[in-house]
C-alpha cells in the first residue's frame, strides 16, 4: 500500500501563533483517515492548508507522490481533490442541483463560444451531467430536494449537498470537514454508511470528525492533533488506549500543562 | 416542504419561453406607436437594454460591480466613428473591429483589476470610466474633443441604413426609422438568446458560483481570476457593439457617452430591473429611457430622480422590479 497523501513538516503561524507546527502523516491510499483533536487544535486549519486555500509557512505537501504545497484550489481540483466545510459554502443563488453540477465543472467544456452557442456536444454532456448530478444527490440522501433553491434547504440537507458537489469531480481523495455537526442521531447514521459507502468505491476519504462513536466506527487510520502537534497515530483501537490522547480528551494530568497560548 | 422552494417551471419562469415572449413584444410594438418619434425611443431602449444584458452577466450573475462601463460603450462608438470616417473602413468591419479592440482592451485592463474584491473593484472600474472621458475629451484630433465627432450611416451588405431613408421591401415601404428600430430589436433578440445560452451552461453556472460563493467555486475547480476576467470581456464586447450601433444611428456621438453619467445610468438598469434577471434588466433599459421624457420641462432634476428611484427600488424591491413582482406573483398563486 502506498501513500496518496503526504504532508511532511508542516507548519502554519498567524502572527506569531503556531496553529499548525512540524506535522507530518502519510495518508494510505483507500483509508480513511481521520483526524481528531480538542477544539482549536489546528484541524481545519490544516485542511485549508493541504487543499490551498491558505499558504504553509513551512513543509510540504505531495499528493501522489506530486509536490502540491500551496497549489491554487481550482488546480487541486482538477488532480483530483475534493473537499467540504465546517461551515458550509453553497452557492445561495443557484438551485440544488446546480451546486452539484458545479462540482463537475472539471469534467464539463467550459469554453465561451461553445456556450454562447449551445453547441450539440456541450448541451448532451451538460444533459448527462445532469442526470448523474441527481443520482449523486440521491446517493448521498438528498434527493428530495432536486428541484429545490440550495436556499430554501434545511441545515441537515446542506451538508450531504456538498458531499454530493464534492463527490461530482470524481476525485481520488475526499477531504470532510465535521459531516455529522449538527445532525440528529439518526442523520449521523446515514451519513456513516454515505462514507462507508464512498470509501467503498475506492476513495480515499479524510475526515474531521468531533463525533466519536462516527469516527471510531469508519476509521482505518487516526490521528491526533493538539496545539497544532502530532498527539499519538494509529488504528482506533490503538487511540483508544492511548493514555496521551485520554489526557487530552479527558484533562488527566498525565502531561505537563503547556504554556503555550490558545490560537486567536 | 414541497412548494416553496421548488422551482416551478411555467412559461414565465423558463427562460427561452420569455425570449419568445420578447421577439412577440418586440414584432408587435409597430402596431402599438405611430410616429418617428417613438421609434426613436424605442431603438434606444434595445441598445440600452443590449448593454445592460452584458452588464448583468458581469454585475447581476458574476457580482462583480463596475462603475466604469460606459468606457467600453464610448470606446466602441469612438472606434467606429475613426475607423469610418478616419481610415474608410466599411461600417460593419468597423464594428465587428472595434468589438475585438474593445474586448483587448478589457481584458488587458481587468488583469490587473479584477483581483479586486467588492468595493475596491469597483473604485478601480470607476477610475477607468473617468480616464475614458478624459481621453475623448483631449485626444481633440483623433476623437474631436468635447465637440464630438460625425459618423456615416451604417451600411448592411452595400445597403446604406440611414434614418432619412425609405426602403422598398417586398411591396412595403419602411422608413429608416422604422428599419433602425427592427435592426435593433433584432441585435437585442440576439443579445439576450446568448446570455441566456451563457447562463444555462457551465461557464454560466461557474459565474453564479462566483457570486454565490467563491470559496465553492474554487475548491469545485473554477479558476476564479479566469472566470471573471472571462465575464469581464464578455460584457465590454456587448457594449461596444452596441456603442458602435448607437453611433451609426445618431450620426453623431460626444464624450458624453464614456461620461460617468452614463455609467451609473447603467448600473441603475441592472439594479432596478433586477440583477440576475436578464428580461429585468430589459425592463429597467425601458424604465430608464422613458423618464427624461417626462422630466424634459425639469432637466435638471433628472440625475435627482434616478437617484431618488435607486434608492426606493433597494429599500422597498432589493431584489430588482421584475424579480421581485414575479415572487409575489408566484405566491398568490399558491
Not at chain 1, 440544488?96 to 454532456?125: D, F, I, Q, T, Y
Not at chain 1, 469508519?218 to 492533533?225: A, E, F, G, M, W
Not at chain 2, 462583480?64 to 475613426?82: D, P
Request: hydrophobic share 50%; with cysteine; proline share 4%.
Amino acid at each position: 500500500m502506498s501513500a496518496l497523501l503526504s504532508v511532511t513538516n508542516l507548519s502554519k503561524e498567524f502572527g506569531g501563533v503556531h496553529a499548525i507546527e512540524a506535522l507530518s502523516f502519510d495518508v494510505q491510499r483507500g483509508h480513511v483517515h481521520s483526524i481528531i483533536g480538542p477544539n482549536g487544535a489546528g484541524k481545519t486549519t490544516l485542511f485549508n492548508l493541504v487543499t490551498g486555500l491558505y499558504q504553509p509557512s513551512a513543509g510540504t505537501v505531495t499528493l501522489g507522490g506530486r509536490d502540491i504545497t500551496g497549489r491554487a484550489p481550482h488546480k487541486l481540483c482538477e488532480m483530483g481533490m475534493a473537499r467540504t466545510f465546517q461551515n458550509l459554502q453553497i452557492c445561495m443563488n443557484m438551485s440544488a442541483l446546480e451546486n452539484v453540477m458545479l462540482g463537475r465543472h472539471r469534467h464539463l467544456g467550459s469554453g465561451a463560444l461553445a456556450a454562447m452557442l449551445k453547441l450539440p456536444g456541450l448541451r448532451k454532456a451538460d444533459r448527462d451531467c445532469r442526470e448523474h448530478c441527481r443520482e449523486l444527490m440521491a446517493f448521498v440522501g438528498c434527493g428530495d430536494y432536486q428541484d429545490h433553491a440550495a436556499s430554501a434547504m434545511p441545515y441537515g440537507a446542506l451538508k450531504r449537498l456538498e458531499i454530493a458537489r464534492a463527490l461530482a469531480a470524481e476525485p481520488d481523495i475526499l477531504l470532510l470537514d465535521e459531516p455529522a455537526a449538527g445532525l440528529n442521531a439518526t442523520e449521523t447514521d446515514a451519513l456513516r454508511s454515505v462514507i462507508q459507502k464512498i470509501a467503498g468505491k475506492g476513495i480515499t476519504v479524510v475526515l474531521v470528525e468531533h463525533d466519536m462513536k462516527l469516527v471510531m466506527k469508519v476509521s482505518d487510520h487516526l490521528l491526533v492533533i493538539s496545539y497544532g502537534r502530532k498527539l499519538a497515530e494509529g488504528t482506533p483501537e490503538e487511540i483508544r488506549e492511548h493514555p496521551e490522547v485520554i489526557a487530552a480528551y479527558l484533562g488527566g494530568g498525565t502531561r505537563e500543562p503547556r504554556t503555550q497560548e490558545v490560537p486567536a | 416542504m414541497k412548494g416553496a422552494g421548488t422551482m416551478k417551471k411555467n412559461i414565465l419562469m423558463s427562460p427561452y419561453g420569455g425570449l419568445l415572449l420578447l421577439t412577440l413584444i418586440l414584432a408587435l410594438m409597430p402596431l402599438a406607436v405611430s410616429n418617428d418619434f417613438h421609434y426613436d425611443l424605442l431603438t434606444k431602449i434595445c441598445l440600452t437594454a443590449t448593454v445592460a444584458v452584458g452588464l448583468n452577466l458581469l454585475v447581476g450573475y458574476a457580482g462583480q460591480v463596475s462603475l466604469g462601463h460606459a468606457a467600453f460603450y464610448g470606446a466602441g462608438a469612438y472606434a467606429s466613428a475613426i475607423l469610418t470616417s478616419q481610415y474608410n473602413l466599411s461600417p460593419m468591419v468597423a464594428l465587428l473591429s472595434a468589438a475585438a479592440g474593445v474586448g483587448v482592451l478589457a481584458w488587458l485592463v481587468g488583469r490587473p483589476i479584477l483581483h479586486l474584491k467588492g468595493h475596491y473593484l469597483s473604485m478601480a472600474t470607476l477610475g477607468l470610466g473617468v480616464i475614458a472621458a478624459i481621453v475623448l475629451n483631449n485626444e481633440e484630433q483623433l476623437t474631436g474633443g468635447p465637440d464630438g465627432i460625425g459618423l456615416p450611416p451604417l451600411s448592411l451588405f452595400g445597403h446604406e441604413l440611414s434614418v432619412f431613408g425609405e426602403y422598398q421591401f417586398a411591396g412595403l415601404t419602411l422608413t429608416g426609422v422604422e428599419l433602425w428600430y427592427l435592426l435593433a430589436a433584432a441585435v437585442l433578440v440576439v443579445a439576450v438568446l446568448l446570455a441566456l445560452n451563457i447562463i444555462d451552461s457551465p461557464l454560466g453556472r461557474a459565474l453564479r458560483a462566483l457570486h454565490g460563493s467563491e470559496i465553492a467555486a474554487q475548491v469545485a475547480g473554477v479558476d476564479t481570476a479566469k472566470y471573471k476576467l472571462r465575464v469581464f470581456v464578455i460584457s465590454a464586447v456587448y457594449a461596444s457593439v452596441a456603442g458602435s450601433l448607437y453611433g451609426h444611428y445618431s450620426g453623431f456621438i460626444t464624450p458624453t457617452v464614456a461620461s460617468f453619467e452614463h455609467s451609473i445610468e447603467l448600473i441603475t438598469i441592472v439594479v432596478l430591473g433586477g440583477m440576475a434577471s436578464t428580461f429585468g434588466v430589459i425592463i429597467g433599459a425601458a424604465i430608464l429611457v422613458l423618464i427624461p421624457q417626462f422630466l424634459t420641462d425639469f432637466q435638471e432634476l433628472e440625475m435627482v430622480v434616478f437617484g431618488a428611484i435607486l434608492m426606493a427600488v433597494m429599500i422597498f424591491l432589493p431584489r430588482g422590479l421584475l424579480p421581485s413582482v414575479l415572487q409575489r406573483l408566484q405566491r398568490g398563486a399558491q
